[in-house]
């Protein structure tokens, strides 16, 4: 069965069943809108009707929908309706349109008897084409094995402390994703891409029976992030190739990479024996300043640790160079590693409070854990500077 519905071929000068479309809605709450569903269209399509958001009127609301075929967005927003009718409209135009408006106003479309969309709000007025095709694609969403629902803030929480780590080389599609896992107690999310990992454990819901995994891409997840503010609660539906999100008014259904991803656990380091405690904002600072001489573009930084002080040095090959320190807790013998600077500001930025780096020499991963949220683990691989 095809997984796209809807995809026509746009027909010229076909009239639309929507001409006399119109309504009014309200400035501010279309923008925050139209910023949480254009994300998924792409600027450039080959295909005309991706290029757009499907806006329909109808019933005292809008209803909008946006795709690239490997996501689909739906959301509904409040508004007068005093004709009811069916548009498909340039998405990034339109948000670009809306942003300049005044948010404290109402912002009017309605279609013309040339079917193009009108568009006003004050003395501002617009008008642009309204791309004809007798359908909008989507994606079919097919049978779901697993049901489950979060609150949104523990949603929110495993994909931001992960996502990260998520790879960027589309050579590695199967780390181009969050992996989203359980086992037998808890949900879980990782990312890697080789050279850090991240993973965040939360109990698993009571609906669950059974274990899955599946990797959920890149873009779903930053789209998604969108929503998740906007409800308390999230309804998560599954199935071996689909993931379907719902969250207060807006959908999300998205394809899964189709991959396995490696065996994370296998490259957790298990024999760390000395550990640091520091406060994650004053050490992130500290990497930060020190980083700033370097102009490559992976900005390396070394620790040279010994007892209660730490001292983080810089070069580049301009010869600049800095150095700082910084009180630790730590009263193992003398070491020294080093580290991309961007990977561990990566990790601090999760960690609130005091994080605890766990090493046992320059040649071996750094395992980073969260004092104040032991769910929370993250591993940076070291590097020769």
Do not use: W
């Not at 009017?108 to 008897?113: G, H, I, K, L, Q």
Request: glycine content about 4%; overall charge negative; charged content about 25%.
């Amino acid at each position: 069965m095809s997984e796209v519905v809807g995809i026509d071929v746009e027909i010229k000068g076909q009239s639309s069943v929507c001409k006399q479309m119109c309504f009014s809605v309200s400035c501010s709450s279309l923008l925050n809108t139209l910023s949480r569903v254009s994300g998924v269209v792409e600027r450039r399509n080959a295909i005309d009707v991706l290029a757009c958001i499907n806006i329909k009127a109808q019933y005292g609301s809008i209803k909008l929908k946006a795709t690239d075929l490997d996501i689909s967005i739906f959301a509904s927003l409040a508004a007068n309706v005093s004709k009811e009718g069916e548009v498909k409209i340039s998405a990034h135009t339109l948000r670009d349109i809306v942003k300049k408006l005044p948010t404290d106003l109402d912002v009017t479309f309605e279609v013309n008897d040339q079917g193009k969309l009108l568009i006003s709000c004050g003395n501002a007025n617009f008008s642009l084409p309204n791309i004809v095709s007798s359908n909008f694609p989507v994606l079919e969403e097919g049978d779901y094995k697993y049901d489950f629902t979060l609150l949104s803030t523990v949603l929110v929480d495993l994909l931001t402390k992960t996502k990260f780590a998520v790879s960027l080389d589309d050579t590695r599609y199967n780390l181009n994703g969050i992996y989203l896992h359980t086992d037998e107690q808890f949900l879980c999310c990782v990312a890697t891409d080789g050279h850090r990992l991240s993973c965040v454990k939360k109990p698993k819901p009571g609906s669950v029976n059974g274990e899955f995994g599946v990797i959920i891409p890149r873009k779903t997840v930053m789209e998604l992030l969108k929503v998740l503010d906007d409800c308390n609660e999230v309804n998560i539906k599954l199935s071996d190739r689909k993931i379907k999100f719902t969250c207060g008014e807006y959908i999300l259904i998205s394809k899964l990479i189709d991959g396995t991803f490696p065996d994370y656990k296998a490259v957790i380091p298990m024999s760390q024996d000395k550990q640091m405690i520091v406060e994650s904002g004053k050490l992130a600072s500290v990497i930060d300043r020190v980083s700033v001489v370097v102009s490559d573009k992976i900005k390396s930084i070394r620790f040279l640790l010994k007892e209660k002080l730490l001292t983080l040095h810089s070069n580049s090959q301009e010869c600049s160079d800095a150095t700082e320190s910084i009180e630790v807790d730590y009263n193992e013998t003398p070491m020294e590693i080093g580290f991309n600077s961007r990977y561990l500001l990566d990790v601090l930025s999760c960690i609130k409070n005091k994080c605890k780096f766990s090493l046992l020499d320059g040649n071996n991963a750094a395992i980073i854990f969260d004092e104040d949220d032991p769910s929370a683990l993250y591993i940076v691989m070291p590097m020769r500077t």
